[in-house]
């Protein structure tokens, strides 16, 4: 099958389709992204304000994967990818990170165009043999973002996605062959397009290849692996949820819990749903919501909370399948297995 041999030069440890898991803020950390790469998938380490944590995660990563970057041909590269959260973020001190640890993918989410060319630009100076992948949601975003600076790679997050993404977005089934098609058309179809949301096993993966992307990125999914740092509660409360479009919903107001939002306008997210999202659908006032939240949680309320309503657990509409805990290892295995016999199943088909 030919879409992994887009990755075959830039990231030769990575089996075909491509697998990766998100760069999940605080949960995907080195021992996630380890297990990850080392089952032929891109392992990803997500977003820490603490740089110093960061950068002793990244070392980690190094010094646990020496067998697998003994095989490589640049052994300088480290395989695994680093996400940032690029609004807010202090560009030089990422850039020193990046000259140290060299990851083999920089993903860069959560900001319009001309913030991801100074940062592109930047991480192509720092640390040149980094490939700089960029997470979107919309057309419009895809075309501005690739004409701005021709990112090595574009992972297009569908509205299924869990956590944060475009406010207003479509799903992948759309996404993907309406970006091709843009991009096609101004001249730019050479860019490999990665899918996001709602893909959590072989059968969603065969149809985002099936719809043009070279390779795929699933967070839900990984929330299962033990590798993920997540608490137990957090990891039930996945497990028990079923029919994802009911039990997860997409707002700003998780990101309005606890005190102002500092999220751009252009972005809300997918949680599963809690009685503070029902709350503020039906009209109630944050700050109602909020101090009604704090009594119940001082102990003065009549209400008992449960873990949903006390924060926000941030999840996929692909939450539903996702039921079992599972070694993250043997997950990139399973759903790269199953996608590829779907894949010729249906070639097979009359
Ligand atoms: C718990 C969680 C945390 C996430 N954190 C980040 C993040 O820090 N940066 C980012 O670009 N995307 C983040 N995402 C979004 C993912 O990159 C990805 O688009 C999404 O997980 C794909 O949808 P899925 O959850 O249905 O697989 C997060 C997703 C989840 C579920």
């Excluded at 997500?46 to 010094?63: C, P, V, Y």
């Excluded at 299924?160 to 993404?165: C, E, F, I, L, Y």
């Amino acid at each position: 099958m030919s879409f992994g041999n887009v990755f075959k030069r830039t990231l030769p440890w990575v089996q075909s389709p491509l697998i990766a898991n998100a760069p999940m803020s605080g949960a995907a950390l080195s021992e996630l992204a380890i297990a990850v790469s080392r089952a032929g998938g891109l392992g990803q380490i997500g977003f820490l304000d603490d740089m110093h944590q960061l950068s002793n995660e990244l070392q980690m990563a190094r010094d646990k994967l020496q067998d697998l970057i003994a095989t490589l041909p640049d052994p300088q590269v480290l395989p695994i990818g680093v996400g940032v959260i690029v609004f807010g973020s202090p560009m030089e001190a990422w850039m020193r990170l990046f000259k140290t640890h060299k990851p083999a993918v920089v993903w860069l989410s959560f900001a319009g165009a001309n913030d991801i060319r100074q940062w592109t630009e930047a991480i192509r100076q720092a640390s040149p043999k980094s490939q700089v992948w960029v997470q979107l949601g919309s057309v419009q975003a895809a075309l501005e973002i690739v004409q701005a600076c021709h990112p090595d790679a574009l992972v297009l997050q569908g509205s299924d996605a869990g956590g944060h993404g475009h406010q207003d977005g479509a799903s992948i089934v759309s996404l993907i062959p309406e970006v091709t098609d843009t991009l096609l058309h101004h001249g730019n179809g050479d860019i490999p397009l990665i899918a996001a949301g709602g893909i959590v096993d072989g059968r969603g993966t065969a149809a985002a290849l099936a719809l043009g992307a070279s390779g795929v990125v699933m967070g839900t999914r990984f929330l299962s692996a033990p590798e993920t740092r997540i608490p137990q509660i957090y990891r039930d409360a996945i497990f028990k949820a079923s029919d994802g479009g009911q039990a997860t919903a997409r707002s700003r107001v998780f990101d309005e819990i606890w005190g102002p939002n500092f999220w751009p306008a252009t972005y809300d997210g997918r949680c599963l749903r809690n009685r503070v999202y029902d709350q503020y659908a039906s009209g109630m006032d944050i700050k109602k919501i909020r101090s009604w939240l704090a009594s119940e949680m001082n102990g003065s309320g009549s209400e008992s909370l449960d873990v949903h309503d006390m924060g926000s657990l941030w999840a996929g509409t692909g939450v539903g399948m996702v039921n079992s805990m599972q070694r993250a290892g043997d997950i990139v295995q399973t759903v790269r297995d199953v996608a590829l016999k779907r894949i010729g199943s249906l070639a097979r088909e009359e």
